[in-house]
């Protein structure tokens, strides 16, 4: 059977509003005296500025990206805009209320200093977004050649039709697999892309790691979301190319994770001259990584967080 999105309007509606609205109806009720926001949704936060009988001491919200996302369809990025402006009015208003922030990655802590004020410093807390864990296979690379792996959703905003627009890519041997929101990508028909337009199980996606050299992030520098893709190529030990993006920078670069290029003409440069000595070396920092930063590693510091801000706000 083929795999559908079957979420409608109707739900997006009813958990955008309506769930929100029973959740905040609960924190009335009960009167918590923390409250951590894992998701930041501006919208069915605003119930919250609505509802001024309910006091939170402590308010705690990680934010997963800062910028907005940029369509090619006026209609589209002009809904972006509006929600960016309702956005950039609840974080505030969150901060002005002594709420404690969590980001992912450092670059962007300092796009939510642009957007609240760099007063709100101390609030803003970095806890390194985790990678998954997944049973490591030793996988031989020596016949996957320099294959190349897009992975995940294949939508707009990456930016991936225009990296492949570019003729430099013909040459490339890559391997898009995921669900292709972006149809425009159909169209190419390069001697070595290979499509795979669905979405992808963890034994697949398996099957296409031990089948490829590397993971390949060519993302757009308007991209504005987070690693997700990035954190399970590590978690495998597949060392990852990525366009020179700050998030990517911020992880690729600092622990020798890959390669983050500047022009795709970099990108064969780099395969064509990566021998095997250099090449274990990534996997092995891919595997330090992933352990360093798991899913354990992120609780125990979200509950050391918790445990000072708690005390924090009992002596004020």
Known sequence: ???????TFIDFIKGRFWDSFITYNKLIEQKPSVAHL??????????????????IPLLII???SIERMRYANKAKDAVSYIQRLIYKYTLCKAASMNASFVTHYQHHKNQLLSLIGSEFENAIHIIHYPCPEVSIVDFKKSNT?????????????????EFLSDPETKNLPITIAGKIHDTRILNFNYPNLNIIDKFISDDELTNLVSSHKFMLLPYVKTYTGGAGTLKDSIAYGLPVIASEIPIF???IKTENLGFVFKSVNEIKTFTNTMDNSRYEILVSNCSDYAKKYSWESMRKQYFDLYKVLIERAGNQ
Not at 1 to 7: A, C, F, I, P
Not at 145 to 161: A, P, T, V
């Open 62 to 64: 990680t934010v997963h």
């Open 38 to 55: 894992l998701e930041f949704e501006p919208f069915s936060f605003l119930y919250l500025l609505l509802f001024k009988k309910n006091q």
């Open 249 to 251: 920078e911020e992880v």
């Open 145 to 161: 050649s320099n294959k190349l792996l897009i992975y995940g959703q294949i939508r707009e905003d990456k930016g991936i039709f």
């Open 1 to 7: 059977m083929e795999d559908k999105d079957v979420r």
